[in-house]
Structures are given as structure tokens and as C-alpha cells.
T-cell receptor, first 115, second 114 residues
């Protein structure tokens, strides 16, 4: 079975600074997808960025980028130039080829951006 | 309406009640999902529907009964729930039920079982 671990329950960052949120995963499958979602206090999950297990380049999407280290089974999210609106819960998730799109989520990291 | 909508946004029900949660997606997607988010626990997948056929049932108790009448609508019928079923129930949809496809979530229904 696959597992996602986010070891940082909470993180703080100053506005305009960069922050890295950690995520490690455990799976014996070779083919999978890794996702990051943002959940503001309103409750809706917002898709941020995706990395495929066979992608050789680190994914980037605007201010979001991934530091994907396949051998270490980690996919850390980097948010550059933090904004107050980035304050939210962030979830890392994995989906296996064999799983009909089932997302397995980590426990989440609460990010607070200070002005 | 755009994206994924869910109604009601909040629901309080007794353990003997029967209620239904509704989800509608306006994205032309072919797969829909129900997730449960309890306090202090990761999101848990409950059901997956692909082209209106249930393809995943993640060991969910029978007091939760999903229904997918067409690719745009998904229901979760609730009966004789327990207080531990109180949670945020999130619906999602995706182009297809696959590993490399992002899922789009609705705002959720906050359920309280008394």
C-alpha cells in the first residue's frame, strides 16, 4: 500500500520569502503521480502542481515548483515570493497507475504567511 | 455555475435520519469521487465512479450509499449514521479515472451527526 508523510505540522514564512514544504512517499510501484493541493479555510481543495514518476524535469507552475528526488522518494513543494493569500493547509498526494485515480493524501502542513 | 458544486454546504442530522449529499460538475469530466475529511486525519477516498460505473469502494460502511445517475451528478445517501461520521465530505471530478489526471474539488459539505 502507498503512504504519504508530511512531517511539518505547521510552517511560518515572511511575506515575499520562499518556503519549502516537505513530502515523502512510500510505494513499491514504479509508475505513479504526485500532486500538491492547497486547502484554504473555506474548505475547497485547489490543485497546485503535478509530477509524474517518469518526469525527468522538476515540475513548475508559476510560483510553485517541486524538488522531486525519486531515489529518496521525496517531492518537496517550493513556494516563491510568498503572499498573504498563501496561508492555508497544503496536502501532498500520490496516485498509482493501478488505482483508478485514487489519491492517497498526507496529513497536511499548515502554512502561515506573516506580513 | 462553474467547476464542482456541492449542496448542502452544512448539514446537521440525527442518527435515525436519512439525508443525501449532492455533487454536480460542470467540467465535462468522466470520473467523480467522494472523499471524507475528518479532524486530525488525512483525506480518505470513499468511492470512485468512472463513466457512471463504480470502480472503487474503499471499504466504506453500507450506511453510506453512493449514486451516479449520469457523468455530471453524484449523490451520497446517508442513513443511520454515527457521531464519528461527522466530517467534511468532499466531491471531486477528473477528466478520467487515472493516476496522472488532476482532480477538481467542490467546496464540501460539513456534516454533523448528533
Amino acid at each position: 500500500a502507498q503512504k504519504i508523510t508530511q512531517t511539518q505540522p505547521g510552517m511560518f514564512v515572511q511575506e515575499k520569502e520562499a518556503v519549502t514544504l516537505d513530502c515523502t512517499y512510500d510505494t513499491s510501484d514504479q509508475s505513479y503521480g504526485l500532486f500538491w493541493y492547497k486547502q484554504p479555510s473555506s474548505g475547497e481543495m485547489i490543485f497546485l502542481i503535478y509530477q509524474g514518476s517518469y518526469d525527468e524535469q522538476n515540475a513548475t507552475e508559476g510560483r510553485y515548483s517541486l524538488n522531486f528526488q525519486k531515489a529518496r522518494k521525496s517531492t518537496n513543494l517550493v513556494i516563491s515570493a510568498s503572499q498573504l493569500g498563501d496561508s492555508a493547509m497544503y496536502f501532498c498526494a500520490i496516485s498509482l497507475v493501478t488505482s483508478y485515480g485514487k489519491l492517497t493524501f498526507g496529513q497536511g502542513t499548515i502554512l502561515t504567511v506573516h506580513p | 455555475e462553474t467547476g464542482v458544486t456541492q449542496t448542502p454546504r452544512h448539514l446537521v442530522m440525527g442518527m435515525t435520519n436519512k439525508k443525501s449529499l449532492k455533487c454536480e460538475q460542470h467540467l465535462g469530466h468522466n470520473a467523480m469521487y467522494w472523499y471524507k475529511q475528518s479532524a486530525k486525519k488525512p483525506l480518505e477516498l470513499m468511492f470512485v465512479y468512472s463513466l457512471e460505473e463504480r470502480v472503487e469502494n474503499n471499504s466504506v460502511p453500507s450506511r453510506f450509499s453512493p449514486e451516479c445517475p449520469n457523468s455530471s451528478h453524484l449523490f451520497l445517501h446517508l442513513h443511520t449514521l454515527q457521531p464519528e461520521d461527522s466530517a467534511l465530505y468532499l466531491c471531486a471530478s477528473s477528466q478520467a479515472a487515472g493516476p496522472a489526471v488532476e482532480q477538481y474539488f467542490g467546496p464540501g459539505t460539513r456534516l454533523t451527526v448528533t
